[in-house]
């Protein structure tokens, strides 16, 4: 059973921590989510707590709007002081990125932590600069964890840097499996970098802009995931320009790689080279899903650079396996002046397996509509579903291109 609380109003909060009975009201409840979006003006009481956290609890997430000192006093109070959550293994708290300033509650969250060694699950997207290593070291002690989402804020100096590695090196995180890291790329590199790292399966990254970390650290960074043969997923969110010939040498070592995902920010760059698709292509015979695109506030400002209908034949042609692709692109006739459909020779080799097509907020124009479609019958002929975010104002062009597609098939 899962149950979620949001708390709206104060009066509603107070005149339910005065009604609340001495045992749990969901005795069998496994998942818990309590969301406040807004600060609360008193103490939240242990009763709280000790309503909607019975023993049968497995996963527990809080997210705050706001996060206030006293909070860290009642997580304390609660969850170390008589509540007791033995099945726990599931565990994530986020805050506002400019909520990070809570010195009081990353202990709080540190104790937690340490309190429940059951945890395989742990996704903490908080941290002052100044407390951050207790919850990492706290995290470092779980010997069950398998899974595990940090968001790193701030600067790091060289001391705290060799202090995260030293606590790293005796921990139990490199057990886990699954990382999901931003926004530090320092410390990234210095987590991912460690050679007690053996089991790795899945990697996301988020950096953030930084004008002190250049291109090429940014692709050292993602070449050095290349050690990580296990690997299955591994996504980027990217602000920089990257060499996409470095980066595809060095990840076609990852031959189990099924998911591929590039998310381009800032001033990064998606014009990804003929070589870089051709190492990768064989190198990833299992690819399922590719993704080259931009969140949707970004395809508008333009300062990173979309791909172009070529770019979209050769992603078609060269991955063989791949059934879901999400690609920006800029598909207008003044984007793709080279571009004839009828250079399509018969050496271009169809797609028989891509079955969905996401363009997300990429710019089309009406003159293309036909264009467009009868590109997507002849190198993906078993297309069967072409998507466009519906806040883009080109998604009932994209939708013109999908009729013409469902007509003509």
């Not at 988020?206 to 299955?232: G, H, M, P, V, Y």
């Not at 297309?383 to 597609?405: E, M, T």
Request: some cysteine; overall charge neutral.
């Amino acid at each position: 059973m899962r149950f979620t609380l949001v708390e709206y109003l104060q009066a509603g909060y107070q005149q339910l921590a005065k009604e609340l009975p001495p045992s749990p009201v969901f005795p069998q409840l496994t998942c818990v989510t309590i969301f406040l979006p807004r600060p609360l003006e008193t103490l939240p009481q242990r009763d709280i707590f000790t309503m909607l956290l019975p023993p049968t609890v497995m996963s527990l997430t809080l997210k705050f709007q706001l996060l206030q000192q006293c909070w860290g006093q009642a997580f304390t109070t609660a969850l170390l002081g008589g509540i007791n959550l033995p099945n726990l293994q599931s565990f994530s708290i986020h805050t506002p990125y400019e909520q990070h300033e809570c010195e009081e509650c990353d202990q709080a969250v540190a104790k937690i932590i340490q309190a429940h060694k059951t945890i395989k699950e742990l996704h903490v997207h908080i941290g002052t600069r100044t407390k951050f290593m207790e919850i990492l070291e706290a995290a470092g002690q779980l010997p069950e964890l398998r899974d595990v989402s940090f968001v790193i804020p701030g600067k790091r100096s060289i001391n705290e840097q060799e202090r995260i590695v030293l606590s790293l090196q005796k921990s139990q995180l490199t057990k886990a499996r699954i990382f999901k890291l931003g926004e530090n790329l320092a410390c990234v590199n210095l987590i991912l970098g460690l050679s007690t790292l053996i089991n790795v399966e899945e990697v996301r990254v988020a950096l953030k802009w930084d004008e002190n970390e250049s291109s090429i650290q940014t692709t050292e960074c993602i070449c050095s995931f290349s050690r990580f043969t296990r690997l299955r997923v591994l996504e980027m969110t990217l602000p920089r320009p990257v060499s996409w010939s470095e980066i595809a040498t060095a990840l076609s070592a990852c031959h189990q790689l099924q998911i591929f995902t590039t998310i381009a920010t800032d001033e990064a760059s998606l014009d990804v080279n003929e070589y870089a698709l051709d190492i990768l292509s064989e190198s990833w015979p299992c690819l399922k899903t590719l993704t080259l695109s931009t969140p949707f506030s970004n395809s508008y400002h333009r300062r990173a650079q979309p791909l172009r209908l070529h770019h979209l034949v050769a992603i078609a042609s060269k991955f063989q396996s791949i059934r879901h692709l999400s690609v920006w692109i800029d598909a207008t006739r003044s984007g793709n002046l080279d571009f004839n459909l009828q250079n399509l020779t018969t050496s271009t080799q169809l797609n028989e397996t891509l079955e969905q097509l996401d363009v997300g907020g990429s710019a089309i124009g009406l003159a293309q509509i036909d264009l467009i479609a009868a590109l997507l019958r002849t190198c993906c002929p078993k297309l069967r579903a072409l998507g466009a975010d519906d806040r883009s104002g080109y998604s009932w062009v994209w939708v013109k291109v999908n009729d013409g597609l469902r007509h003509q098939s």
